[in-house]
């Protein structure tokens, strides 16, 4: 649950590597580095994130997949239908990977509910245990999951929202056409993850594409 998609994601930039990280953009070399585009912010309204550079950029959200129901077959089947879905993108993007904190506020409040309830002097002994650990973990900051995005942008002029919104609707399309949902991030969300990004406490990286 913690992983469900970094198997995904290897078998499947391991067999777009003929298609990608072939191009490096040298003009912008400077800005490569993933945290140095949330720290360039204008605004963040809608679907966009603008930049004082110039630039406006839209993200999506590659929900997670269970890879371990799938068969051998299966997993070739998806990363040759990735494959022939994306060769055709030339224009650039990045991909992210976002390290967070396991959100288990909810799985906390079934434990405590069924302790309260209970009339079991050994399940409740065990519950309490179980919720001691879970909250122990939680404050560590030792249980994350990651999180993978696809950043794409253009320079700012009248009416590139509209440009970019298509753009990134079609790049999910793609994935949602391989049975991959994706979810385009709203302002929030954007704000969210400007926020991840900038914890130095959790990894994260990105990687441009051609």
Not at 46 to 52: E, G, P, Q, R, V
Not at 93 to 102: C, G, N, Q, T, Y
Not at 168 to 189: A, E, H, P, V
Request: aromatic content about 10%.
């Amino acid at each position: 649950m913690i992983l469900p998609v970094i198997m995904l994601t290897l078998c499947f930039l391991g067999s777009m590597g003929y298609f990608f990280y072939t191009k490096l953009n040298h003009e912008n070399k400077n800005e490569e580095n993933t945290a140095q585009d949330f720290t360039n912010i204008v605004d963040i309204k809608d679907n966009f994130l603008y930049t004082k550079d110039g630039y406006i950029i839209s993200y999506f959200r590659i929900q997670p997949i269970s890879i371990e129901l799938l068969s051998q077959r299966e997993k070739e089947n998806m990363c040759n239908m990735l494959t022939a879905e994306l060769s055709s993108i030339s224009e650039p993007f990045k991909f992210l990977a976002i390290s967070r904190p396991v959100n288990i506020s909810g799985l906390l409040e079934e434990y405590s509910e069924i302790l309260h309830s209970s009339k079991d002097h050994i399940q409740k002994e065990l519950l309490r245990k179980e919720i001691y650990e879970m909250n122990d973990y939680a404050l560590s900051g030792e249980v994350v999951e990651r999180q993978f995005y696809i950043m794409l942008w253009q320079k700012n002029h009248e009416g590139v929202e509209s440009d970019l919104i298509k753009r990134t609707k079609d790049f999910m399309r793609r994935f949602d056409s391989c049975g991959i949902n994706c979810t385009l991030l709203q302002d929030g969300d954007i704000v969210g993850l400007c926020s991840l990004v900038n914890n130095s406490i959790y990894e994260s990286n990105g990687e441009e594409c051609n």
